[in-house]
């Protein structure tokens, strides 16, 4: 698949103190979608830059520190249902850089209740619960990202598992 035709993102795999992982249930689908915050790379802006910009966008914080990164470009086609809703359908999927992270806020810090809000709810979900709580199109993604990033963090932050 041609990059052009995804459209570039970061994933963020946040992880509280007691190794849990942070999801969220988004606002516009009818069934229980959940996931970890993500969201485009703006023109001329690094993953980095934007990983911590789309915290401050998605839950209303970015105390948390990069635990590690992703090797590679992780991505996923949308579903047919989804390709003219998404994006003004300039886009076929998306390509995302993923991060694991730290978060050093309480829980009092998060508000997805934001200027343009995303999600309904969020929690804090043992690891080893998150696939099954991603829309099945996004799955065996968040499974290969989950097993990278844990594998890259000391054990310690994987108390949860």
């Not at 996931?35 to 790379?41: A, H």
């Not at 993953?47 to 992703?70: N, Q, W, Y």
């Not at 050093?104 to 099954?132: C, Q, R, Y």
Request: aromatic share 10%.
């Amino acid at each position: 698949m041609p990059d052009h035709l995804d459209r570039p993102g970061v994933g963020i795999m946040l992880i509280n103190h007691d190794g849990r992982i942070f999801v969220a249930r988004r606002i516009d689908m009818p069934s229980e979608a959940w996931q970890m915050p993500q969201g485009g790379i703006d023109e001329g802006e690094d993953p980095a830059t934007a990983l911590f910009r789309e915290m401050r966008e998605e839950i209303g914080t970015d105390k948390a520190e990069v635990l590690a990164e992703s090797d590679d470009w992780y991505r996923y086609d949308l579903p047919e249902g989804l390709r003219d809703r998404l994006w003004g359908g300039r886009y076929v999927g998306q390509r995302q850089k993923w991060y694991a992270l730290r978060y050093l806020g309480s829980d009092a810090d998060i508000n997805i209740e934001t200027e343009h809000p995303e999600f309904m709810d969020w929690k804090w979900a043992p690891s080893a619960t998150v696939p099954s709580l991603i829309v099945p199109f996004k799955r065996a993604l968040y499974q290969q990202v989950m097993d990278e990033l844990l594998a890259k963090i000391p054990p310690s932050l994987r108390i949860a598992g």
